[in-house]
Nanobody
């Protein structure tokens, strides 16, 4: 069974940076799509970024393109999200997720594609 554990959240001023980490265990970690989602109070959970562990081009939501960078360290089985130029609207609980190699024909930002989720890490950006 795949387990995902996020860390790295916190409080930061607008314009600042944070790096989130997600450690994967209990998986072979091959051909998996790994993704970051976020959910603010009163909003639906939405995709932020996603990438495969074979260094294919990643996916980004329009709202974070150019500011956030998703990356993976296959040896450490760790997914990262480098967040720069943070804005107050980036405030949310951030979750990592994996599809365990099965897309089901769904897009990267489709929550139903993912079968394993972490517990989340809170990011708060003050203006």
């Amino acid at each position: 069974q795949v387990q995902l554990v996020e860390s790295g959240g916190g409080s930061v001023q607008a314009g600042g940076s944070l790096r989130l980490s997600c450690v994967v265990s209990g998986a072979t970690y091959s051909n998996y799509l790994m993704a970051w989602f976020r959910q603010a109070p009163g909003n639906e959970r939405a995709g932020v970024a996603a990438s495969y562990n074979d260094f294919a081009l990643p996916y980004y939501a329009d709202s974070v393109e150019g500011r956030f960078t998703i990356s993976q360290d296959n040896a450490k089985k760790t997914l990262y999200l480098q967040m720069n130029s943070l804005k107050s609207e980036d405030t949310a609980m951030y979750y990592c997720a994996t599809d365990s190699g099965v897309s089901g024909g769904r897009a990267w930002f489709d929550l139903a594609r993912y079968n394993s989720w972490g517990q989340g890490t809170q990011v708060t950006v003050s203006s």
